[in-house]
Structures are given as structure tokens and as C-alpha cells.
């Protein structure tokens, strides 16, 4: 979500380096009563599979050889530190892997996943030299081949309901011929049982309408931050909820030895490993919540803020704090979204959630914040900063003896420009006049601005640009990208997406609602399209663009904002400004994926637009 492109990181930028963590140990919890009485079920919702995920052993998977099971270099694991890797050999081989499930017998869905990776020393383009075979008793599921080689893992999804009641082996076969290797590589392998359909639209999306209640306390500089949060969640899922997942976003900026962002002393459940370069934590909870059951969970939480002007770093005096407070992982469809960290982009995919925070901190130091903010006098010398944030999707602060001037839009949203030393005055005040009006412009097109006040912090250190969080921004003197970010709390803020999985819907959105503001008409944006593969499309993720990071910017961005320009000079203008609204409306706090984008969108008009996806490489 930054306005501008990324590039190449800045000597500054390479230099984030963390700070010492406070040491805060992992503490098994006490168990926590979850809320509701438990509801009838025609099966009790399981996940069937055992150790799934290879982190306990080998047990009780069956393997060929004792090496498939691994964690040996060469390849890493979708989470954890363990995978199953078959083949890879580069001779005539065999490996197999299998281990027996019961389905239960009344469940009326199963379902089978599992992330598998693939990669080749195979150059041919046309022929399945090397295979992988996913069995379920005698059936075949699928066959993957060199051919399907990838950069990551991707998430693989099968029906197995027609098997309940009975006991049956999953199972993999790799082969591989003479010559030339391919390594298959398994993980985080479910089969998911339930017993009922899945509920509509968000309600399959869970931990729902999770509730942050944060108390912290900075040292004198504002870069240590040490206090407690709780969650309290429900589960929305007919598919019961035996553990959560915090991310730990931030702790991509330091390792796993000296992590910014500490957890410990967890209640409400069983802190388990931590995984995915130490930014998800796992914590199981006490009883399995059935759907519409709620629970809690709390910890003591320690926050040490690198050096760097970042999202997540501190410029001199003046420090920014985004990402930093754990958030719940989501479970959909999909399964555990667990994604690792983008630097090239954003990885964040957060239900509206309440959160309310209060900031313990010296009173030389200004703290902006998602929210409503309240300050109190706090001991001496010190200022007590309560934020109240309803239906957001994160919450980000910054600390430092910023310039603050503020104003109200036309429209009533009052806002706040803080600014770092070498601000000058008239760059000050033209952001809070390009804020104004962008506020106003947005909230004309898509709907009124619910968030209160916003805050808009500038440094032109920023190497990233800008970037947003609900009612906070970051950003340098720019109107341009101002009025991206601000955009930003409609096209990912109040209209959530997977920002890992479909960055488009929230960047592409953006840039698209920026032109509108800044009266940009993408008049022939299209014709200077020029693809640099078939694998190339706008809806890829960003899997796809930490792979291929020079294109991110111009793809996402660019050829994102253009197609929307196009679809708006198919529809007519006020088709496509009924369709953004109305779209907008529709998914108010909710999730936006593209197929529900383009199902919208067709039903706007009596073209045909299957040809227009095609030509727009919008898929999905």
C-alpha cells in the first residue's frame, strides 16, 4: 500500500537492525472458560490429520525412506521448521509418504489441503518427466509434475466428503526418471471435518469480531514499549476452533534471537512454537470453541523499535509504530493464513476488529494514533494517550516531539498533520489542505468516512513512500501519495481484502480512486501495456511479486488503475461510479475478493465481460 513504487532498499533502510527484546518468557496458560453453551452438531468438527505439519516426529506417517520427513537446507517449510521432501534426487527414485485417517461417519463436508512446492533442474516445457500423485484410499486426487514448478508454496483444496464413515490413507508417491531433479515438497497437510454448510460470506471467516485491549508503556525516547493485551474473539465457523494464531508482524525487522516484538506469560491458552520467521504464534485453546462461541486470551507484550525511518522504526526523536501490536491470524476457506512478511508490499489480512489502547508516555513526546484520541495526565511528567478505534482492521501510533497543526474538512472530518523536524510550515499546511479535500473526495465516491478523526505523520525519510492504517497515515510531502493513502481507508481500510493473496483489490482500487480525486481520467494508460510473461497478471500475489519485485509497482499499480479505467469506459461513467459505491456498500467492513468484484461488475451491464478479464489478465 505505499503511493510510491518500491525500489531497491536505501543504505537507511538496510541498516533496521532490532534492539535488544525484552524478555518476556512463553508461558503455558491457565485454561479459559469459553462463553455460550455448545451447540448441536450432526458431527463433532475435526481435523483428522496428525502432525500435519511435521513439527512432532515422524509419527504416524508412514515413509519410504527416514529422510522425507526433514528439515534438512535445501528447502524450507510453508510453517515450522519440518517438511516432507520427496525426491529431489536426480536418478530413477521413489518416494512415498501416507498416513491413515477416519473421516467421521455424519460429517457432511471433509475437506483435504495440504501446501505443496515444487521445483526442477528440468528445462522442458511439455514433458512430465518427474511426478507427484496425492491418493485418498484408491482415488487419485491429482498429479503434479515439473511442469508445475513454482516459486512458493501454494494451497491445494479437495472435496473428500464422499468418504465419511470410512478409514482410508492419504498418501503421496513422487517419482522421478534418470535424470535431472524435482523436488516435492509437502506441508501443513488437514483434513477438515464438519458437519454442516459453511455459513455465507464472512461468517466462514474466523476468529470474527475479535476486541483489543492494549496498555503499554514507553521509555523515555519512545522506542521500548512493555505493558499487556487481551483478545477477546468469536468463532464464526461451523468448523470448531481448537487454536488461534497471533502475528507478530513486526518481528520480521530484527531475528528470531533478538525479536522486536516479544509475547510471554499467555493466558486464555497454550502458547505454542513460534513460526514463520518467528512472526506467528500459536496458541491453542483450552476447550474448542463450536461456532458462535467466544473466548479470550491475554499476554504481556514487549515492543523494541529498530532504528530506520519505517513502518516499524524510529527516525532520530520520532518513531513509528505500525504493525506492532499482534493481531489474530484469519481462518477461511483457505484454511490458516499464514503468510510470511512482505517488505515489497503488505501481507496484512485482519478482520474490523475494536481495539482500545491507552499509551503510557513522557509528555515531551506527541503520540498520534488510530482513532479517537483522549489524553490525561499521567505521574509526573508523563501523559496518558487513550485511542478508541471501532471496525478497523490494525491500529499504528507514532511518539516524538512532532509540529502539529490541525482543521476540519468541509465534510466534518476533523484532521491532524504531525511533522517531523525540517517540515517547513507551508509544507504542513499544503498536506492538511490536500487531506481536506481528499477526505471529501473519497467519501464522496464511496461512502462516508466512519473512522472520526485522521492523522497524517510526514517525513520525506520515508524510503517507502507512504502507508496506511485505519485513520493513520505515513507519508511523505506529497499530494499525490497523500491522497493514495488517505484512499487506502476505503480500498483496504473499511473494504478489507487478502492483501497477501490479492494485492490488486487494494492498491490497484486506490491508485484507481486517486486518479478520480486528482480529476485523472487514465486516458489511453492502457496502450502502453506491455507484459513480461504469460505467468504475468494483475491478480497474482505477492508470492509472485517478491519473485519478481521490479514489476510489482507497474503491474499492481499501474495496469491495475488502468484496467479499472478501462471497465469505467466500458460501463460509462455512471455505471462505474454506481458500481463502486454500491460495491463499497455491499462489503462495508467485509471482505473483497476478486471473483465477487467481477460478478458485481457483470451484473452492471449487459456486455459480456468474460473477453475484458481475459485482456485485463484478471483472474479469479
Given at each position: 500500500m505505499r503511493s510510491t513504487p518500491h525500489k531497491a532498499l536505501a543504505a537507511t533502510a538496510c541498516a533496521v537492525a532490532a534492539l535488544a527484546a525484552v524478555s518476556l518468557p512463553l508461558t503455558p496458560a491457565a485454561a479459559a472458560t469459553p462463553s455460550a453453551a455448545p451447540r448441536a452438531a450432526a458431527c463433532t468438527p475435526a481435523q483428522v490429520v496428525t502432525n500435519g505439519g511435521f513439527e512432532s516426529g515422524t509419527s504416524p506417517w508412514s515413509q519410504s525412506q527416514t529422510s522425507v520427513i526433514t528439515n534438512r537446507a535445501g528447502q524450507a517449510a510453508h510453517g515450522g521448521t519440518y517438511f516432507a521432501w520427496l525426491n529431489g534426487v536426480g536418478s530413477t527414485h521413489t518416494d512415498s509418504l501416507s498416513q491413515s485417517v477416519t473421516i467421521p461417519s455424519g460429517c457432511s463436508t471433509a475437506t483435504l489441503t495440504f501446501w505443496l512446492h515444487i521445483d526442477t533442474t528440468e528445462t522442458t516445457t511439455s514433458t512430465k518427466y518427474d511426478k507427484l500423485t496425492a491418493k485418498i484410499g484408491a482415488t487419485t486426487l491429482a498429479t503434479y509434475s515439473n511442469l508445475d514448478k513454482n516459486t512458493g508454496y501454494?494451497?491445494?483444496?479437495?472435496?473428500?466428503?464422499?468418504?465419511?464413515?470410512?478409514?482410508?490413507?492419504?498418501?503421496?508417491?513422487?517419482?522421478?526418471?534418470?535424470?535431472?531433479k524435482t523436488s516435492f515438497v509437502v506441508d501443513d497437510v488437514a483434513l477438515d471435518t464438519s458437519g454442516g454448510t459453511v455459513p455465507p460470506g464472512d461468517s466462514t471467516r474466523t476468529p470474527a469480531s475479535p476486541a483489543y485491549t492494549v496498555s503499554l508503556s514507553s521509555n523515555a525516547a519512545g522506542t521500548v514499549w512493555t505493558g499487556h493485551e487481551s483478545a477477546t474473539f468469536t468463532n464464526a465457523s461451523a468448523t470448531a476452533l481448537g487454536e488461534v494464531y497471533l502475528r507478530l508482524w513486526d518481528n520480521y525487522h530484527?531475528?528470531?534471537?533478538?525479536?522486536?516484538?516479544?509475547?510471554?506469560?499467555?493466558t486464555g491458552g497454550t502458547a505454542g512454537a513460534l513460526s514463520v520467521g518467528c512472526t506467528a504464534l500459536k496458541i491453542d485453546l483450552p476447550v474448542p470453541l463450536l461456532q458462535g462461541q467466544s473466548a479470550t486470551i491475554g499476554f504481556d507484550l514487549g515492543i523494541n523499535v529498530p532504528s530506520g525511518a519505517d513502518r516499524f522504526g524510529y527516525d532520530g526523536a520520532f518513531s513509528f509504530i505500525g504493525n506492532a501490536l499482534p493481531v489474530l491470524a484469519v481462518r477461511d476457506a483457505a484454511g490458516w493464513h499464514l503468510d510470511p512478511y512482505t517488505n515489497n508490499g503488505e501481507s496484512f489480512y485482519s478482520l474490523a476488529s475494536d481495539f482500545k489502547v491507552t499509551l503510557d508516555h513522557p509528555s515531551t513526546l506527541l503520540?498520534?494514533?488510530?482513532?479517537?484520541?483522549?489524553?490525561?495526565?499521567?505521574?509526573?511528567?508523563?501523559?496518558?494517550?487513550?485511542?478508541?478505534?471501532?471496525?478497523?482492521?490494525?491500529?499504528?501510533?507514532?511518539?516524538?516531539?512532532?509540529?502539529?497543526?490541525?482543521?476540519?474538512?468541509?465534510?466534518?472530518?476533523?484532521?491532524?498533520?504531525?511533522?517531523?523536524?525540517?517540515?517547513?510550515?507551508?509544507?504542513?499546511?499544503?498536506?492538511?489542505?490536500?487531506?481536506?479535500?481528499?477526505?471529501?473526495?473519497?467519501a464522496a465516491r464511496f461512502g462516508a468516512y466512519p473512522y472520526g478523526e485522521l492523522d497524517a505523520v510526514i517525513d520525506n525519510n520515508f524510503w517507502f513512500g507512504g502507508m496506511e492504517y485505519p485513520g493513520f497515515v505515513l507519508d511523505l510531502?506529497?499530494?499525490?501519495?497523500?491522497?493514495?493513502?488517505?484512499?487506502?481507508?476505503?480500498?483496504?481500510?473499511?473494504?478489507?481484502?487478502?492483501?497477501?493473496?490479492?494485492?490488486?483489490?487494494?492498491?490497484?482500487?486506490?491508485?484507481?480512486?486517486?486518479?478520480?480525486?486528482?480529476?485523472?481520467?487514465?486516458?489511453?494508460?492502457?496502450?502502453?501495456?506491455?507484459?513480461?510473461?504469460?505467468?504475468?497478471?494483475?491478480?497474482?500475489?505477492?508470492?509472485?511479486?517478491?519473485?519478481?519485485?521490479?514489476?510489482?509497482?507497474?503491474?499492481?499499480?499501474?495496469?491495475?488503475?488502468?484496467?479499472?479505467?478501462?471497465?469505467?469506459?466500458?460501463?460509462?461513467?455512471?455505471?462505474?461510479?454506481?458500481?463502486?459505491?454500491?460495491?463499497?456498500?455491499?462489503?462495508?467492513?467485509?471482505?473483497?475478493?476478486?471473483?465477487?468484484?467481477?460478478a458485481a461488475a457483470q451484473a452492471a451491464t449487459t456486455t459480456d465481460l468474460t473477453s475484458f478479464w481475459t485482456q485485463h489478465r484478471i483472474e479469479g
Open positions: 501454494v494451497q491445494k483444496s479437495f472435496d473428500v466428503s464422499s468418504f465419511a464413515g470410512q478409514t482410508v490413507n492419504v498418501a503421496f508417491t513422487g517419482t522421478e526418471d534418470s535424470s535431472l530484527g531475528t528470531c534471537s533478538a525479536m522486536p516484538i516479544t509475547v510471554g506469560n499467555v503520540v498520534p494514533a488510530t482513532g479517537a484520541s483522549v489524553d490525561t495526565p499521567g505521574s509526573s511528567g508523563r501523559t496518558i494517550t487513550t485511542a478508541t478505534a471501532a471496525k478497523v482492521r490494525d491500529f499504528a501510533w507514532a511518539a516524538g516531539p512532532f509540529g502539529k497543526i490541525s482543521g476540519t474538512s468541509t465534510g466534518g472530518t476533523p484532521i491532524n498533520i504531525y511533522s517531523v523536524s525540517g517540515i517547513s510550515s507551508s509544507d504542513s499546511q499544503s498536506m492538511l489542505t490536500t487531506a481536506k479535500t481528499a477526505v471529501d473526495a473519497h510531502v506529497s499530494t499525490t501519495a497523500l491522497t493514495h493513502e488517505i484512499g487506502h481507508q476505503w480500498w483496504y481500510g473499511i473494504v478489507g481484502d487478502d492483501e497477501y493473496t490479492n494485492p490488486w483489490l487494494d492498491e490497484a482500487f486506490t491508485d484507481y480512486a486517486t486518479d478520480l480525486a486528482l480529476n485523472k481520467t487514465g486516458t489511453n494508460c492502457w496502450s502502453s501495456v506491455s507484459w513480461a510473461s504469460t505467468a504475468e497478471k494483475i491478480t497474482n500475489s505477492m508470492a509472485y511479486w517478491d519473485a519478481h519485485s521490479s514489476r510489482y509497482s507497474t503491474v499492481i499499480y499501474s495496469y491495475g488503475k488502468c484496467a479499472l479505467h478501462d471497465l469505467r469506459r466500458v460501463l460509462g461513467d455512471t455505471a462505474m461510479t454506481k458500481l463502486l459505491k454500491d460495491y463499497a456498500t455491499s462489503h462495508w467492513y467485509g471482505i473483497s475478493t476478486t471473483s465477487e468484484f467481477k
